[in-house]
């Protein structure tokens, strides 16, 4: 899954689309793409490679509108190549689509559309999507009421099974452009009669000051003046907006060498983050204001279910420990991507706490939806606020750790075990922890930022040690 940037609104759309591209590069990517719309001609560029080879075409060419979408791909459906990045177009040059996702039953259609005389540019499973939406759109009559080009999308997204976040413009629908998801994250951004579309708030930092976050199942109709979030069968949605919370900055590396050492540098900050406010007046126990449980119901809890994966399950592992030493409640670490295909038993007083930096994590949000359809209390630990787990959950716990680029998790890894600590402190005072001890674990816990920061400052030192003994790894 990789990034969207969509724009409308009354600036030229390719430097602001650049721009977003360049903000989302951090995901990791293997090439991008552009298309701009001006009245009913519509442009495309697409490059393999870093996005700098993109720019580099798109200042070759004239490329001007108010209304475009751009992609940073991740390659699932076809190899890495010009034709296969994103934006793709439709045979009959209508409809120009960016997907994040797969669409698991595009062989299906892509026979049933080439039997209906669509033709094929790449491998990709969104090019079938594409086609699609140009079908639905070609086979109504432009009197049938309603609108066309949103009907179409409507009807595709119904026959589409897979993951899909998707922005989508039309020529013959100038100054509208429509955004849907399911499994892949899609955010508005409301600004000054101008509206963006992103896959990561990132995408627009301080462009938009007002976010609407599209649940599973949603569409959005967006013109430079206005936007309407519907269902896919097209019930209305009243939109919650919420503004974002303070700026939220472009990455930036600093003087660091990549975003990893930015990262690991973080951490007596992220640490210090993880427990601003949250511990009791006395000092003897953690608080936590997001849990949306009474202590009374958490005394009643008599195992706890903590689902994640990849780094976040090392997160759970640890906090399985703590947890059973601490609070003496048993606990089991599942495998969300397991979670959901097994049918474990689980027993009326369990709790289930979702774990995920991104909040984000599609096996572990369907982990977690799973959960809450059998009517268990879930809560969860997540980094970025108003993520879909941290909107699904019952309530839960925010890291604030800050903006994590580097794939390799650190600075969110270690906040999350920190927060696990926390957790079990909470959780074994209202059991049998006394007050010396959570005091004792308290005094403990606070002084943890100064240790990290104790240790990065021996980096130097331990790089001469490396340099001497494994030149090999010198970076
Ligand atoms: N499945 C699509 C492709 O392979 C989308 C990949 C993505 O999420 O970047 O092009």
């Not at 934006?87 to 797969?102: E, F, R, T, Y």
């Not at 268990?376 to 903006?403: C, F, K, M, P, W």
């Not at 580097?406 to 906040?415: D, N, P």
């Amino acid at each position: 899954m990789c990034g969207i940037i969509g724009y409308i609104g009354r600036q030229e759309a390719t430097p602001i689309l650049l721009d977003g591209l360049k903000r989302l590069e951090y995901r990791g990517y293997d090439s991008s793409g552009i298309a701009v719309a001006e009245q009913n001609r519509l442009t495309v560029i697409k490059r393999t490679g870093r996005v700098e080879s993109l720019f580099r075409a798109v200042t070759a060419t004239e490329l001007h509108g108010r209304c475009g979408i751009s992609h940073t791909r991740w390659a699932t459906h076809g190899r890495v190549s010009d034709e296969n990045a994103h934006p793709h177009i439709s045979s009959d040059g209508k409809i120009a689509l960016v997907h994040n996702g797969v669409i698991e039953n595009f062989e299906q259609i892509k026979k049933f559309l080439l039997e209906q005389g669509y033709a094929f540019q790449s491998d990709t499973d969104t090019e079938v999507l594409c086609n699609l939406i140009a079908y639905h759109y070609n086979k109504q009559s432009a009197g049938e009421g309603g609108d066309r080009f949103e009907q179409a999308v409507r009807k595709s997204l119904l026959h589409v099974e897979g993951t899909y976040g998707i922005a989508v413009i039309c020529t013959e629908a100038p100054g509208k452009l429509l955004g849907a998801r399911k499994g892949s994250p899609i955010v508005l951004g409301v600004g000054q009669e101008e509206f963006f579309l992103a896959s990561d708030v990132s995408a627009f930092a301080g462009r938009a000051r007002n976010v609407a976050y599209l649940d599973d199942g949603q569409v959005v109709v967006i013109t430079p003046s206005a936007f309407r979030i519907a269902t896919v069968l097209d019930e209305m949605i009243a939109p919650v907006l919420s503004k974002l919370d303070g700026p939220v900055e472009a990455p930036d590396i600093g003087d660091y060498d990549h975003f990893m050492q930015k990262e690991i540098f973080e951490q007596p900050r992220s640490l210090e983050n993880a427990m601003r406010g949250r511990f009791s007046g006395d000092g003897s126990t953690a608080q936590f204001g997001g849990l949306n449980m009474e202590p009374r119901e958490i005394r009643q809890i008599d195992r706890i279910v903590l689902i994640g994966c990849g780094t976040a399950r090392h997160a759970c592992l640890v906090a399985e420990y703590l947890i059973e030493r601490y609070a003496r409640i048993p606990v089991e670490v599942e495998y969300a991507s397991e979670f959901r295909y097994r049918n474990a038993p689980l027993d009326k007083n369990t709790l289930v706490f979702v774990m995920s930096q991104s909040g984000e994590t599609i096996d572990t949000l369907e982990a977690l939806r799973e959960s809450k359809r059998k009517g268990y209390r879930t809560l969860a630990i997540t980094n970025v606020v108003g993520s879909s787990i941290a909107r699904e959950s019952d309530g839960g716990i925010y890291q604030h750790a800050g903006q994590e680029i580097g794939v390799a998790s650190t600075k969110a890894f270690t906040s999350q075990v920190l927060i696990s600590a926390m957790l079990a402190l909470y959780l074994g005072r209202l059991r049998d922890l006394s007050f010396s001890y959570g005091t004792e674990m308290v005094r403990a816990l606070r002084a943890v930022p100064e240790l990290a920061k104790r240790v990065l400052e021996q980096a130097d030192a331990a790089a001469r040690v490396r340099d001497r003994r494994c030149p090999q790894l010198r970076c």
